[in-house]
């Protein structure tokens, strides 16, 4: 099988300098690169930024252990594809129903920021990732960086693809693109995305993931 995941990459010298920066610093943080969790074969994949400080950097699972996590999870059980309404550790007994969550860089970045080099060099684990996809799959964008680095890896312009909240695209008929803002603390908070716009994104992603 095609790599969508090297717990020992260090391909990026800015992020594998910080992560070793924070480790020292927080010893039992996971402090490498968070693997994709959920079912391999599933056909609702979700991809977001990148690990968060305390989060899925301090826990080693995608948006657990932190505020984004939160409402992310609440929805996943909601809308029947995750098992609890809450994620806090990689060895809870949670586990997602027909459904992944990845990352489009999967090393903690600082400032939450990764640079353009970074996106791009990770890109290659979510093109294998994507391609590995079950056909008819239902793709999750949660914020812009995560579309544009979709559309980056299956080697599509980026004009053609316009990021919006709710947006639908469909890619040749293999899989459909749904977007969302990121359930980020700022994002919540400001009232950019609110709880009930993420549960009509959901409440989409369920009716596509029937229908499909």
Request: net charge positive; hydrophobic share 40%.
């Amino acid at each position: 099988m095609t790599d969508i995941f090297d717990i020992e990459c260090r391909r990026c010298p800015r992020l594998a300098e910080f992560l070793d920066e924070v480790s020292a610093k927080n010893p039992g943080y996971h402090c490498r690169p968070v693997a994709p969790f959920g079912d391999p074969q599933a056909r609702f994949l979700i991809v977001g930024l990148a690990p968060g400080m305390h989060g899925a950097n301090r826990t080693g699972r995608p948006f657990t252990g932190d505020h984004a996590g939160i409402l992310l999870y609440q929805m996943l059980h909601d809308f029947g594809f995750g098992t609890g309404a809450r994620s806090v550790s990689a060895d809870d007994p949670l586990r997602l129903v027909n459904t992944r969550i990845t990352n489009a860089v999967k090393c903690l970045p600082p400032e939450n920021r990764p640079i353009a080099a970074e996106i791009n060099t990770c890109n290659t684990y979510l093109a294998n990732e994507i391609t590995g996809l079950p056909e008819q799959s239902i793709v999750l964008a949660l914020g812009g960086i995560a579309h544009r680095a979709i559309i980056r890896a299956i080697g599509r312009r980026q004009v053609d693809y316009k990021f919006a909240h709710a947006a639908e695209h469909t890619i040749d008929g293999h899989f459909l693109l749904l977007d969302s803002y990121h359930c980020s603390r700022y994002n919540t908070n400001t009232g950019r995305l609110t709880p009930a716009m993420f549960r009509d994104v959901f409440r989409r992603a369920r009716e596509l993931v029937a229908g499909s």
